[in-house]
């Protein structure tokens, strides 16, 4: 099984408009928080169109990013000044050697959940940690593996319905396939819109890694990170049964 996540252009060229409703008011305050409190270089690893960069970067942060998508980095390049394009590259982090080294390092957002296999989790976390100063920090999140995200038949929900620009419709329709065995989450997204011509359509497939907090413990302790915080939210909670989010908050250890 070939897994996917490859962000085509549609998928990116409509990320923002997505997430930033469904997403944003969730976590960013929570990441900028964490940005912004770090005096020293900050690496964002799967920084897709910005969504966090860009305001990390406006409001002063010392930030780098990278991305394995070509189209996500095209749109967050087109949102920040070219003086600052050097930030960014194009990068798989599971085979990145970086020239300098972080005080924070984060991948907001289920990035880790595109680690499909343990050789995946293995590499991403030997080059985070590999760019880590002394005394830096990781943060992971993950979505907890709810039992009806991931044992429910096969079901087709339109997650997403608003405007894309003004009055044009945009529609999102997701379709999860589990396959609890894997540990992995098939989706089908599919794209609906307007444009002046007629409706559009555009479909892309992506694999989503689930983990379970122990998995988590295990790969980050030997993968030599000091696991200091397992939160259950961004406002910082602990982790306990009735959570859907998981926070991992590492040092080197
Ligand atoms: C859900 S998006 C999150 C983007 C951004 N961090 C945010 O919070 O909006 C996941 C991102 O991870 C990137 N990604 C997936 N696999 C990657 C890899 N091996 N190396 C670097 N980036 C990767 C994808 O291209 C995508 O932009």
């Not at 409001?59 to 990013?65: H, M, T, V």
């Not at 929900?157 to 999102?172: I, N, Q, T, V």
Request: hydrophobic share 40%; proline share 4%.
């Amino acid at each position: 099984m070939r897994y996917k996540a490859k962000y085509f252009a549609t998928t990116s060229k409509f990320y923002d408009t997505v997430y930033e409703k469904l997403r944003s008011p969730v976590d960013k305050k929570f990441y900028l928080e964490e940005i912004l409190n770090c005096d020293g270089k900050i690496l964002e690893i799967g920084c897709g169109t910005g969504r966090i960069f860009v305001d990390a970067l406006r409001s002063g942060a010392d930030i780098y990013g990278i991305d394995a998508s070509r189209n996500m980095i095209k749109i967050l390049k087109q949102k920040i000044e070219k003086k600052d394009h050097y930030r960014v590259s194009v990068a798989d982090a599971r085979r990145v050697n970086f020239d300098m080294t972080f005080d924070l390092i984060i991948a907001p957002f289920r990035v880790f959940s595109h680690m499909f296999t343990i050789a995946d989790q293995q590499s991403f976390l030997k080059c985070a940690k590999s760019a880590m100063n002394e005394n830096a920090k990781l943060i992971i999140d993950l979505f907890y593996p709810k039992p009806d995200l991931i044992h429910h038949p096969t079901k087709t929900l339109m997650d997403f319905e608003g405007e894309y620009k003004p009055g044009k419709k945009l529609r999102r329709y997701v379709t999860i396939e589990p396959d609890p065995v894997e540990q992995i989450n098939n989706l089908i997204t599919v794209f609906e819109w307007d444009e002046d011509s007629g409706i559009k359509k555009f479909r892309e497939d992506f694999s989503m890694r689930y983990f379970y907090k122990f998995e988590m413990i295990h790969l980050l302790k030997s993968s030599g990170l000091k696991v200091n915080e397992i939160y259950g939210d961004f406002e910082r909670n602990k982790l306990v049964s009735g959570k859907w989010e998981q926070l991992f908050i590492c040092s080197p250890a």
